[in-house]
C-alpha cells in the first residue's frame, strides 16, 4: 500500500543503523596484490574473460557498457618480468572505472572479504527503482542475519536476548555494505580477520534453518528445529528470515570466500545460494516461538555497578539496575531486592563500590531480570576505579527515585 503524497508521516522508531556504506579506502600494496585473487575477484563480479595470452596473461572486460575501463590485462602469475607492469595498469584502471563491480573488486583486494549477498524478489516502480521502505526493510534484515551469525558464534541458544549482543556487535564494526543496481539486491563484504568466524558460523546456520523448514512442512514435526541450534539457528536467525521474506515473492542468500584466505574448513568451496519463501513463514514464525519459550533461565553472579535505585517509599524492597562489568555477556540486569540487600546496595554505590550478586538469569524479557537473588555485597576496586564511580555518582543527582518507573 503507498501513501496518498498529502499524507503527513506518521512518527515511528528510528531503525537499526544499516553497515557501513562500501568504501575503499585502504591503500593497495602492488608487492602484496596476487594475480590469481584478481582474476578470481574479477570473474565473481562479473566481468568477462576475453582470451589473452595462455599462461602469461588474461584479458578481462567490465559486465557494464560504459563503464570507463574497455578491459585489463591481468597477468596468470608474478613469474614473468612485466608483471608488476601489467598488474599497476590493471589497478588503475579499475580505480578510474566507472562500474560498481570495480569498486567491489578493488574492496576484495584491499581488505580480504567474504561476500554474503541477499535479494528480494520485490515489485519495482515504474522508474525500475524501490521504494524507500523497500530498501530500508532489506538492509535491516541483512543486519539482522549477520548480527545473528555474531551472536551464535559468541554461544549457542535457541534465543539470545540481551546475551553477548555488544560482543556480537562488535564483530560487525568492520562490515561494509554496496547495494545492487535497483536496490533489489545488497552485498556485504565481511572481513576475514575478524568476521571470518561469522561467515562460517552463518553458512552452517542457513543450510540447518532451510532443512528444518523443510522436514517441518513435510513432517509436522519440529526435531530439526531443535537440532539446528547447534549449527547456529536461533530466535534472532528465524525473526531476521521472516524480516527478509515479509513483503517479498522470495528472497536469496547467498556466500563467497575470499580467495586470499580459502575456504573454511568443513565448507563448500562455492556454496548454494539459500532460498526461501512465503511459503515458510508459518515454521519460522512457530519455530521462534518455540526457542523463545523453550530458553531457560541462567544461574549466574554477577559483579555490576549500580545505575538507578527505586523503590515505593523511605523502606522496604526495591529495584536497582546495574551495569554488568562480570558475570554475565549482557550490558545491564534489573534485580528486585529485599530491604537489606537495597540497603546494601545503597551503601556501596555511595562508597564506590560495585556489588555481587546471585540470582538467574531470566530468559523473559531478553535476559534483562535477575530473579531470585541473594549474596548481595560490595566488591573492593582498585582507587582509579572507586574515583570513577564516585564522579558518576555526583553527575547522576537522580539515581534514587521515589518509584520504580517501567523498563528500570
Same mark, same amino acid.
Given at each position: ?26 591503500? !593497495? ?7 590469481? %585473487? ?11 574473460? /576475453? ?6 596473461? &588474461? ?9 570507463? *575501463? ?16 601489467? !598488474? ?11 562500474? #560498481?563491480? *570495480?569498486?567491489? %573488486?578493488?574492496? @576484495? ?5 567474504? $561476500? ?6 520485490? #515489485? ?24 545473528? @551469525?555474531?551472536?551464535? +558464534? ?10 553477548? /549482543? ?7 564494526? $568492520?562490515?561494509? =555494505? ?15 580477520? #575478524?568476521?571470518?568466524? =561469522? ?5 552452517r546456520a542457513l543450510y540447518a534453518a532451510r532443512e528444518a523448514v523443510d522436514y ?12 539446528? +541450534? ?39 568451496? /562455492? ?10 513463514l508459518p515454521a519460522l514464525r512457530e519455530a521462534g516461538a518455540r526457542y523463545l519459550?523453550?530458553?531457560? &533461565?541462567?544461574? =549466574? /553472579? ?21 551495569? =554488568? ?5 549482557? #550490558?545491564? %540486569? ?8 537495597y540497603r546494601t546496595a545503597g551503601h556501596a554505590h555511595l562508597a564506590g563500590l ?6 538467574? !538469569? $531470566? &530468559? ?11 549474596? %548481595?555485597?560490595? +566488591? ?24 520504580? @518507573?517501567?523498563?528500570?
Amino acid at each position: 500500500m503507498h501513501r496518498p503524497i498529502d499524507e503527513p508521516m506518521r512518527p515511528h522508531p528510528t531503525p537499526p543503523a544499516p553497515p557501513a556504506p562500501l568504501a575503499h579506502n585502504t591503500p !593497495l600494496d602492488l608487492a602484496q596484490v596476487d594475480p590469481l %585473487v584478481l582474476g578470481a575477484l574479477l570473474g565473481r563480479h562479473g566481468w568477462r574473460r /576475453r582470451g589473452g595470452a595462455p599462461g602469461r596473461y &588474461s584479458r578481462w572486460t567490465p559486465p557494464e557498457p560504459g563503464a570507463g *575501463a574497455t578491459s585489463l590485462l591481468v597477468p596468470e602469475s608474478r613469474a614473468f618480468p612485466d608483471c608488476e607492469d601489467l !598488474l599497476g595498469e590493471a589497478l588503475t584502471a579499475l580505480a578510474r572505472c566507472a562500474a #560498481p563491480s *570495480a569498486r567491489e %573488486v578493488l574492496v @576484495g583486494l584491499s581488505v580480504p572479504s567474504d $561476500e554474503v549477498r541477499w535479494w528480494r524478489d520485490v #515489485p519495482h516502480s515504474p522508474s525500475g527503482t524501490l521504494s524507500w521502505a523497500a530498501q530500508e526493510q532489506l538492509r535491516s534484515a541483512a543486519r539482522q542475519v549477520l548480527l545473528a @551469525g555474531a551472536l551464535a +558464534v559468541r554461544g549457542r541458544a535457541g534465543y539470545h536476548g540481551a546475551r553477548r /549482543r555488544r560482543q556480537a556487535q562488535a564483530l560487525l564494526d $568492520e562490515v561494509l =555494505v554496496g547495494t545492487a543496481h535497483g536496490g533489489r539486491g545488497l552485498t556485504a563484504f565481511v572481513p576475514v580477520e #575478524p568476521g571470518r568466524a =561469522v561467515t562460517a558460523r552463518l553458512y552452517r546456520a542457513l543450510y540447518a534453518a532451510r532443512e528444518a523448514v523443510d522436514y517441518q512442512r513435510a513432517t509436522g514435526r519440529w526435531e530439526a528445529f531443535d537440532s539446528a +541450534v547447534e549449527a547456529g539457528v536461533s530466535r534472532e536467525l528465524t525473526e531476521a528470515l521472516i524480516s527478509l521474506v515479509r513483503g517479498a515473492e522470495g528472497t536469496r542468500i547467498a556466500l563467497e570466500w575470499a580467495p586470499a584466505a580459502g575456504v573454511p574448513q568443513g565448507c563448500a568451496a /562455492r556454496p548454494e545460494p539459500v532460498d526461501f519463501s512465503p511459503g515458510d513463514l508459518p515454521a519460522l514464525r512457530e519455530a521462534g516461538a518455540r526457542y523463545l519459550q523453550d530458553e531457560p &533461565s541462567v544461574p =549466574v /553472579r554477577i559483579t555490576g555497578t549500580v545505575v538507578r535505585m527505586r523503590r515505593s517509599g523511605p523502606g522496604g524492597a526495591g529495584t536497582v539496575r546495574l551495569r =554488568v562489568l562480570a558475570g554475565a555477556e549482557v #550490558p545491564h %540486569v534489573r534485580v528486585a531486592l529485599d530491604e537489606e540487600a537495597y540497603r546494601t546496595a545503597g551503601h556501596a554505590h555511595l562508597a564506590g563500590l560495585p556489588i555481587q550478586v546471585a540470582g538467574r !538469569l $531470566e &530468559s523473559r524479557g531478553g535476559f534483562r531480570r535477575l530473579t531470585d537473588a541473594s549474596g %548481595v555485597v560490595p +566488591v573492593q576496586v582498585d582507587e582509579a576505579e572507586r574515583d570513577r564511580l564516585m564522579k558518576s555518582l555526583h553527575e547522576n543527582p537522580g539515581l534514587f527515585g521515589e518509584a520504580c @518507573g517501567p523498563g528500570e
